[in-house]
């Protein structure tokens, strides 16, 4: 049974609102704020998901912007990992969820294998950090203008992770 943890970071909520969320869909997985979370926090799942806002322009949020250190002084290969990330695509269009692509460029050579890269189609921005190969990395949401997309995207992209 492979142990799954799901770590974010939140300014406002919004992420913290998705990451329960996404601990409902996914029986057996355990809930990380990040700026509670040690190197022996993230060693002990064989399966991460990452949940990162994007504040500034285009910065990774806060608290997750420190976590990232822990992150990058742990051994993190062979792991699975799943990104998602919040931001808003009308107000911030040319840094839409950069903070979930800057996440990703950090740990893309840690040896880890990615899991749940999403279509852009949906979605209506200029420019993204997060957007590899014409697809976001992980999951894109927008919880300031499409709240009622949320949880249709999560199902379906809890279901392309093939946990079990
Ligand atoms: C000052 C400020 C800067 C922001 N910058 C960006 C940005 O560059 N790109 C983006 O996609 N969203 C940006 N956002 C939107 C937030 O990422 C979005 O509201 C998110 O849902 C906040 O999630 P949190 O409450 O979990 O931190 C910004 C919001 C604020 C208030």
Same mark, same amino acid.
């Given at each position: ?42 060693? *002990?799942?064989?399966? #991460? $998901? ?7 322009? @285009?910065?990774?949020?806060? %608290?997750?912007?420190? /976590? ?33 692509? *800057?996440?990703?460029? #950090? $740990? ?7 899991? @749940?890269?999403?279509?852009? %189609?949906?979605?209506? /921005? ?33 279901? *392309?992770?093939?946990?079990?």
């Amino acid at each position: 049974m492979k142990k799954i943890g799901i770590f974010y970071g939140s300014s406002v909520g919004n992420t913290r609102f998705v990451a329960e969320k996404l601990n409902d869909l996914i029986s057996d997985a355990e809930l990380n704020p990040v700026e509670q979370a040690s190197k022996s926090d993230i060693e *002990k799942y064989d399966f #991460l $998901i990452l949940g990162t806002s994007t504040w500034g322009v @285009g910065n990774l949020q806060d %608290d997750f912007e420190t /976590f990232v250190d822990t992150l990058l002084e742990t051994d993190l290969k062979g792991k699975q990992v799943a990104i998602f990330g919040l931001g808003d695509q009308f107000t911030y269009p040319d840094t839409f969820c950069n903070g979930m692509g *800057k996440l990703y460029e #950090l $740990i893309k050579d840690k040896g880890c294998f990615f899991k @749940g890269e999403w279509p852009v %189609d949906e979605y209506d /921005f200029s420019e993204s950090l997060a957007v590899v190969n014409g697809s976001f990395v992980g999951l894109a949401l927008d919880e300031d203008n499409e709240p009622d997309l949320t949880d249709y995207r999560l199902s379906n992209w809890v279901n *392309k992770l093939e946990i079990k």
